[in-house]
């Protein structure tokens, strides 16, 4: 799928101080791989299935030498080699899926770099070709012959007893057992991630230490052998539970890699023979820890039980739902490394671990722990497409307190086991919810939109069917009615009746009963005539700003008793001017009322609920720091005009106009 990959390399480096026989170690190599038939494989794209060609051991194990010992850069060309070698993908096809790199960088120092593909080789490979290859140095470095013993089997010899053995009833088997129990098991985990999911699964990834220490480990060992778990099924229930506490989900599928080495034969081979097994934990019911303990040991041991059929025919069966951007069936791993690898035993040499390795994951997180000591110890892997190292550390404090918290008390609910530090429950439940901030409860509503008029009087602020009108032009005729109004006796709290089609004039109409310090009684023309009446009868208007529209569907007589100024012509308040009316000869406060709203009356009469102006000048505001007014506030109207049944309500940004689509009854701003 991918051949310029470099995903499915295993790294291995070390540095080698004191005397090199380079003749031996050289051999050492050879011997190796002329020994692993698994190592000298390439897979060829036949016409029908991918054929496997085992290459001539005699070719020895490809090795390229440097000499950096007059280099003044040494260091640094060191690891410009690491990084190549890193990066440099195998062609599975035609080369050796194994090379080396010798790096001499003094006459009694070198680094070894020696990189396998993942289809050739595992972690308990790892450790099979450490042993071998220090027994046949030790061997030839001290001119004696080959003392490994002859291998029984090849790698090919037991893919043809797998493929044999793994059929029929046997097959059938395990197929049914992956199908039922991974049958209806969710598609994705839903961690919350630190950046959104990219389109494609991103391999790149970093790592936390992870420490259980000694007295904890006593702890789960004791806890484990009084519920007849393993170390490995007690950290697999926490880290469900964990996973579980994070997504919000109480189904969860864990990706548990298994040596899957249990005939005598294999353990000494080079090969790939691990298989994943998608473990399904449930935690559904308010589990107790014992309940859960359970509920993992069963999951792990029958999991064990059918772990032969491999991990990509379970997919095949299953048939989840595929995506680029997430591993099918599960995106977590938990990998338990009880197969030390070991370290290098070379006679005259002193060996540590070198090289760059590879920052690189298979999943979303990969735990990976296992008992060094008294304690236990490992990485809790990420892919830093999606997460940032502080997300993981606290993750690994969530699971530390999870399994002292399953210590403390066994029968208490998962569900109710605290595993938030002090200081980050002090951040959730107390620094988060401090959100009052200063705004201007002073303002008036309409003062938010002069004031965006005064930032940009030339952005468009509204556009219907072809016309378009400035901020400024709105707020100068807005301010003409408003002068009107205010000499028709309009004063604070007053409420004004406004029945209008959708029209750049009811945006002018209801600025202006605002900036007259009125309190506009919105009318809908589509509502019935009775219920239009019932409305005016209640809030009592004596003003009443309409068009035709508004005639009709208020009636004569419904407006004989109030004083009607007709929107449709701007004749009467031509000549006003043009300024904003002043607040504070109006004696208009924000305490005033701005409108009065009326329910739907589905519980009897509607009633009319008072709004005034410092209610919605809290509402429109949005923190960009304390005391600031956003841009999208300085327009109150986009509130307003929410009020006269827009189908979508949306804050008006600065600069950008409210739109009604030609011919439309349900606009949106």
Known sequence: MDEDSTNYNIPLGWRLQGRLDRVAWRRSLDRLFARHEALRCTFVAGEDDPQVQILSGDR?????????????????????LCQEEARTPFDLAREPLIRGRLIRLADEEHVFLLTQHHIVSDGWSLGVLVRELS?????????????LPPLAIQYPDYAAWQRQWLSGERLQRQAQYWRDTLSGAPARLALPTDRPRPAQQSFAGASVPVVIDQVLTRGLKRLSRQHGTTLFMTVLAAWAAVLSRLSGQDDIVIGVPTANRRRREIEDLIGFFVNTLAVRIDLSGEPSVSDLLERARRAALTAQDHQDLPFEQVVEIVQPPRALDHTPL??????????????????????????????????????????QGEAIAGTLGYATALFDRATIERQCGYLLALLRAMLADAEQPVSELDILPPDERS??????????????????????????????????????????????????????????????????????????????????????????????????????????????????????????????????????????????????????????????????TARNLAYVIYTSGSTGTPKGVMVEHAQIVRHCLRRRGAGTISTSAMSGACFILSRLRLSRFGQLWGGAPLWWPSGSRTGSI
């Not at 007059?70 to 690891?79: I, K």
Request: with cysteine.
């Open 135 to 147: 027994s046949l140095y030790r061997a030839f470095e001290a001119g004696e012959d080959d003392p």
């Open 60 to 80: 020895g194990l490809p090795v390229v030498e440097h000499d950096l010992r007059d280099r003044p850069d040494a260091q640094a060309a060191l690891l410009d």
């Open 330 to 371: 599960f995106q977590v791993g938990l990998a338990w490394q009880n197969n030390t690898g070991g370290s290098l035993d070379l006679p005259g040499l002193r060996v540590e671990v070198a090289g760059e390795g590879l920052d690189q994951v298979k999943f979303d997180l990969e735990l990976n722990l296992g008992e």
């Open 427 to 588: 951040y959730l439940l107390e620094e988060l919810n401090r959100t009052e901030t200063d705004y201007p409860s002073d303002l008036c509503v309409h003062a938010l939109f002069e004031a965006q008029v005064r930032r940009a009087p030339d952005a468009v602020a509204l556009v219907f069917e072809e016309q378009s009108i400035s901020y400024g032009a709105l707020n100068a005729d807005a301010n003409r009615l408003a002068h009107h109004l205010i000499g028709l006796g309009v004063r604070p709290d007053q409420p004004v009746a406004i029945c209008v089609e959708r029209s750049p004039a009811m945006v002018v109409g209801l600025l202006a009963i605002l900036k007259a310090g009125g309190a506009y009684v919105p009318l809908d023309p589509a509502y019935p005539s009775e219920r239009l009446r019932q409305l005016l009868d209640d809030a009592g208007p004596r003003l009443l700003l309409c068009d035709a529209a508004g005639r009709a569907a208020l009636g004569a007589e419904a407006i004989a008793d109030l004083s009607a100024v007709d929107l449709d012509t701007a004749t009467a308040w031509a000549d006003q001017s043009a300024d904003d009316p002043d607040p504070h000869a109006l004696g208009l």
